[in-house]
């Protein structure tokens, strides 16, 4: 089992930045990718970014150019920094854990409300 544990969550006006961060509590040989997803009310969870081996990013369209996923290894932290944020990145954000880019684990989210 991997516990994961986010934070960092919150209300920022639009334009504005947040960095979330996601610990996990130990490393398991078969999660090879980490993940930022994200979901708002009424609509299905979706991929924010993921970061893979070999430092392979990857983004939704409507967060490129202003997400940036990272990864510390030696605090076995994510992290996902969001800038010039817009009301409708308004969701609660969840860290996953994927074997071959399939969720394993999940956290249990941080709201962020981007307000206009």
């Known amino acids: 089992q991997v516990q994961l544990v986010e934070s960092g969550g919150g209300l920022v006006q639009a334009g504005g930045s947040l960095t979330l961060s996601c610990v996990r509590s130990?490393?398991?040989?078969?999660?090879?990718?980490m993940g930022w997803y994200r979901q708002a009310p009424g609509k299905e969870r979706e991929s924010v970014a993921t970061?893979?081996?070999?430092?392979?990013?990857y983004y939704a369209d409507s967060v490129k150019g202003r997400f940036t996923i990272s990864n510390d290894n030696a605090k076995n932290t994510v992290y996902l920094q969001m800038n010039s944020l817009k009301p409708e990145d308004t969701a609660v954000y969840y860290c996953?854990?994927?074997?071959?880019?399939?969720?394993?684990?999940w956290g249990r989210g941080t709201q962020v409300t981007v307000s206009s």
């Open positions: 996953a854990a994927l074997s071959n880019l399939t969720p394993r684990y």
């Open positions: 130990r490393t398991i040989f078969s999660i090879n990718a």
């Open positions: 970061i893979a081996g070999g430092g392979r990013r």
